[in-house]
């Protein structure tokens, strides 16, 4: 009954990989979002789709590409790790609505550890 | 661009007793403030939302006010207790939830 699942949980990579982080949600919402933390515990957002459209790109390297084959998923990929990659990415989905606002659901979190 | 700040510091309190957690902000007020809360190794858990027509909210031990003329929200914890230490993020958004801008949280710690 998990409502925001990411996998993996943790990763340790090499720098100049290519790393997947996926994300789904059973809630049901339009909206999902990828943040992320630095160690400064600092929460980022980094893109939100809306019904599977990019609606919100923050200055986000490009080669960090987010996927959203259906309103349930939201996948990042990352091209390229570099060491100041590493840091927990939270997925987080919400229902968007006419004046309306609702709030966010996350996930547990990855934590991505680039050597 | 928006700021938003939060006590950097952790606040120490005595179990019973209210913790008082600020946030402030500077520019143009939020269509909506929330606050989360956050521990060690978990994702952020919401726990209230206001509006900016709104001057307080409750919810059972949990009080929130949004001061817009201050520009500044407080969240309160009444009669604390040891479950309640965490990471507490205060959260602005002015787009209706496609970008929400987080601060950096303030650790509480309960005491018993």
């Known amino acids: 009954d998990t409502a925001v699942s990411q996998t993996p949980k943790y990763l340790v990579t090499q720098m100049g990989n290519d790393k997947s982080i996926k994300c789904e949600q059973n809630l049901g919402h339009d909206t999902m979002y990828w943040y992320k933390q630095d160690s400064k515990k600092f929460l980022k957002i980094m893109f939100s789709y809306n019904n599977k459209e990019l609606i919100i790109n923050e200055t986000v390297p490009n080669r960090f590409s987010p996927k959203s084959p259906d309103k349930a998923h939201l996948n990042l990929h990352i091209n390229s790790l570099e060491l100041g990659d590493s840091a927990v990415y939270f997925c987080a989905s919400s229902q968007s609505g006419q004046g309306k606002f609702e709030t966010q659901y996350f996930g547990p979190g990855t934590r991505l550890l680039v050597l | 661009s928006q700021k938003i700040e939060q006590n950097s510091e952790a606040l120490n309190i005595q179990e019973g007793k209210t913790a008082t957690l600020t946030c402030n902000y500077t520019?143009?007020?939020?269509?909506?403030l929330q606050w989360y809360r956050q521990d060690p190794g978990r994702g952020p858990v919401f726990l209230l939302l206001?509006?900016?027509?709104?001057k307080e909210k409750r919810k059972e031990r949990l009080k929130v006010t949004f001061d817009t003329t201050l520009k500044q929200s407080l969240f309160h914890i009444t009669a604390s207790q040891p479950a309640d230490s965490a990471t507490y993020l205060c959260a602005l958004d002015w787009t209706g939830g496609f970008k929400t801008i987080f601060g950096a949280g303030t650790r509480l710690f309960v005491k018993a």
């Open positions: 520019n143009y007020s939020p269509a909506y």
């Open positions: 206001i509006r900016e027509n709104e």
